[in-house]
Structures are given as C-alpha cells and as structure tokens.
C-alpha cells in the first residue's frame, strides 16, 4: 500500500461511543451448555465473559448516537457513514437503516473485511475526508452469537456481539492518520469462514499461527509507512481474538503488553467491534493523550489484515 501523499486533507477522532447487549454469558454458564470449562476458555483465550443479544442495526445506531453526542454534533451535519459488519441484519441497506434511524442524510454505505473491518472503514473515512467530507461516522458492529454454533465448542467460546463508534472531523493540516495498510489472501479464506446462512467454521490452530504473523507484518507496514518504530507506540489496539494471539504480535513487534489495549476478558471476539471497543476503553481510562502514537491492527477471515497509526489528536499538544 502506498504512504499518504503529502498535502492529503486529514481527520481527527472527536467523539467515539460503545455498545454492548445487556445480556452476560460467563465462561460457568457455557460449560453447563457444552463440553467446555472456565480453565479451559481462560488459559486458551482471555475470555472471562461476554455480551450476546440485540441487532446490528441497534447496536450501532447506540453507538453511533454516543459518537455523535461526544463530537457535540447535529446528526445532520455528518457527511458519510461507514458500517463495518459481518453479520448484516439484512442483505444490504444496514448502514442506511442506522443513518436514517439516527437522522441523518448522507452517503451511507456496509464494509464487509471481517473482523479487519474496523480499521478499513477507518481507513476508507479517512479517504471521504481526503475527497472533500468535513465529518464522516465510522462504526464497527457484529452479532455473531446469531452465527455461531453453539453445539462447536471450538468456537462458540470466542464469539460475541458488540458495537463501537468513532466520528471523524476533518481539520487544517494533515490530520492524525499517519500510515496505513490493508491486506488480504484469498487463499487462506477455507480456513475460517461462514457461508450465507451458515455457522462460523473455523480451523483455530492455522488461524491463530497465521493471525500473527499477518498482524506482524501489516502492522510493521503501516509503522515503515508513518516512519516510526515500534519504541514511538504508546498504545496499540489489536483485535480482540485471544489474548495468547495479542501477546505473541506484541512480542514480535517489540512492544510490551502494558502499552496493549484489552478488553476481550469481558467481551470475546466481536469482530468488526472489537477495536473500537478496546480502543474507547483505553481512551476512558485516560490511557491516551494528545501527540500520542496509537496503532490499530486487526486481522480476519478472507483471510484479510489491516492497520494503521494514528497521532491521536492530530499533532496539537495537550
Ligand atoms: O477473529 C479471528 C477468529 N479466530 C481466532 O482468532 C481464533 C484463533 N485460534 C485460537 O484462538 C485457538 O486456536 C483456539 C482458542 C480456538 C483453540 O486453542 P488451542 O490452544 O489452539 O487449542 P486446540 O485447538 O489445539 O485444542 C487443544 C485441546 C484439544 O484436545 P486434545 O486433542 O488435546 O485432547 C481440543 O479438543 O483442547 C480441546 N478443546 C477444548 N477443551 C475444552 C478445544 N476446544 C475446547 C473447549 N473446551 N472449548
């Protein structure tokens, strides 16, 4: 993927909101419905609990409306939306439904990259606001317990639904997007993928060696791209697979767990929501100040991978 040209108009992140289903599923709940224990999820995944229920559509347009309501904007001063799901309440329009639901009226469009969705809508609204957009909604939702078979303890442990929500302004100068890179090999798709009204089938162990490596790799893309190094990173959001994929990427990247940001021990892997989840966490834990560098990488089926650097607030100092 090429760097950024310079003199591209850029963005900054103004607002960012989340949403999670009421409904908890811990770990002792699920090995009363399978052949599964809390040992077994814990010490193999991270995940302690995680959030099923709700739509695609519901979820996101909480979120959305959190983002939005941080920003302190009108629904209607948004010039673009970008929905970043795998599991679509319906074959199309999904994103349309949330902008109409939340009053706005612009351009309105799904991604589909897996659970790299996030950062390739985060990408693709960076590009809006390159073309002209002044404001664009990005928001990564999934529903997988709706694909999930909850007979497969191979994956029924992992998947969960969730939505996150980040709004872009777009500002003078060049804006907070650094480097960026989104890849796939559609080579590796046998290897976790869902047909049309089927299940998650998934072959953990490939996925998990070829996960990081493709983390690794993407990630140290966008970091040549942005000219830094993996010392320069104050936080890195990563998917939220499985916390033993995020400590391998992490060693091999040469960046220490404490500068990772974790959510997946309360809400299993859920997809296209899973970064900017973990991304508000550490934002509403203080972790993150202006001129800070954040790297977002995420992988999934297809098998997809996408990152990027961002120079949270866009270079201005606190
Ligand atoms: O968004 C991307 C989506 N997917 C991923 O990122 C998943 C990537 N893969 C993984 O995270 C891991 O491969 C898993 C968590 C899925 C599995 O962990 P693992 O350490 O690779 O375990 P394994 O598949 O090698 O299984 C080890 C043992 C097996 O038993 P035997 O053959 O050693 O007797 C499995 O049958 O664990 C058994 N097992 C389980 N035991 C209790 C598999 N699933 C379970 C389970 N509970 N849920």
Known sequence: MPAIRPGTKGGVISGWGIALPEKVLTNHELAEMMDTSDEWIVARTGIHERRIGGSTIG?????????LEMAGLDPSRIDGLVLATTTP?????????????????????????????????LVCGHGLIAMGADR???????????????DDRGTAPLFADGSGAVVIESVDGPGQLLGWDLDA???LLSILQAEVGGYIRMEGKEVFRRAVRIMVDSAEKSMAHAGISADDVALIVPH??????????CQRLGIPM???????????????ASIPLALADALDNGRVANGDLVLFVGFGGGMTAASCVVRWGGGVDD
């Open 59 to 67: 979820l996101s347009v909480e979120s959305g409306r959190q983002a």
């Open 89 to 121: 309440d319906k074959q199309w329009g999904n994103a349309a439904a949330v902008q109409n639901e939340l009053g706005m009226r612009c351009g309105a469009f799904d991604v589909n990259a897996a659970c790299s969705g996030f950062v390739y809508a």
């Open 136 to 150: 664009v909604l990005v928001i990564g939702t999934d529903t997988l317990s709706r694909i999930t078979d909850w």
């Open 185 to 187: 090999d559609g080579s």
């Open 240 to 249: 939220q697979a499985n916390v033993r994929i995020i400590d391998a990427a």
């Open 258 to 272: 404490e500068r990772a940001a974790v959510v997946l021990d309360k809400t299993g892997n859920t997809s296209s």
